[in-house]
């Protein structure tokens, strides 16, 4: 998420899928056997390693990872595409909703009644992603290292941008770059809080408390669906409103 409260935002969030880790371990492990497709072996498959590192990120058991790898070898699957679904949400938020889905008419239904339900509509593809840059984001915990140390080391091994603050350290790189980047900072710095491919915000819209409330509930309510993979989002929420509505 970005903006003001940017960390608190991903706190808030994250907060909210911890408490579903099983759903969690379920959505990693379905990216793990599409990714898998394409091969089994993380030195020859990009997108495998990817997903190996955004589960480890999780802390998925390693029997759980080589179960879901297994699948794809075995053919065990079902024959899942994947699908990004564009809006907007309460306050204009714009939102970007990724999924995997083996029926795309009902993951249509089940997005598009999320956002009609919480003051919000469906664009067409490409109606808000223009708002955003694709880019590798890297999280690490503030206590790491300084803000000095984690800009200089970042930037040393190709990071286009570094964001810290009390809540921690954000490094955003080019999508190309991404795992040559996060394999050189957990060289240095030990693994990554959160390492994934993510949409970043090329600015961010102020939400007032009344929109932030509804917000979330959308947004709780997508990450809850089985067949979404990943939300994002353009908001920017005051400190004293996430304090206020608990987050």
């Not at 371990?25 to 955004?54: C, M, Q, T, W, Y």
């Not at 290292?145 to 941008?161: H, K, N």
Request: glycine share 10%; aromatic share 6%; net charge negative.
């Amino acid at each position: 998420m970005a903006g003001h409260s940017k960390f608190k935002n991903i706190m808030h969030r994250k907060g909210r899928q911890d408490a579903k880790r099983a759903k969690v371990f379920a959505k990693l492990g379905k990216e793990l056997s599409v990714a898998a497709r394409d091969g089994s072996d993380p030195d020859f498959n990009p997108r495998l390693r990817l997903a190996i590192a955004a589960a480890k990120a999780q802390n998925m058991p390693n029997d759980n990872i080589q179960r879901a790898i297994k699948r794809a070898e075995g053919g065990d699957m079902a024959n899942y595409e994947e699908v990004r679904y564009e809006g907007y949400g309460p306050g204009g938020v714009a939102v970007i909703v990724e999924t995997l889905t083996d029926n795309r008419n009902r993951t249509a239904s089940e997005v598009r009644s999320a956002f009609s339900k919480h003051g919000g509509n469906l664009g067409e593809t490409g109606s808000v992603s223009f708002m955003f840059d694709r880019v590798g984001l890297i999280q690490y915990p503030a206590n790491i290292a300084s803000s000095e140390d984690m800009f200089e080391a970042a930037l040393e091994v190709g990071a286009g941008d570094v964001d810290s603050n009390e809540d921690g350290h954000e490094i955003a790189c080019g999508v190309e770059d991404f795992s040559a980047v996060r394999d050189a900072l957990e060289e240095k710095f030990g693994p990554a809080e959160g390492a994934r491919l993510d949409w970043k915000p090329q600015n961010g819209v102020s939400v007032n408390e009344d929109a932030t409330g509804t917000l979330f509930k959308l947004l709780d309510l997508l990450d809850d669906n089985d067949d979404v993979q990943h939300v994002a989002a353009n908001f920017e929420v005051d400190d004293d409103i996430l304090e206020r509505l608990g987050a």
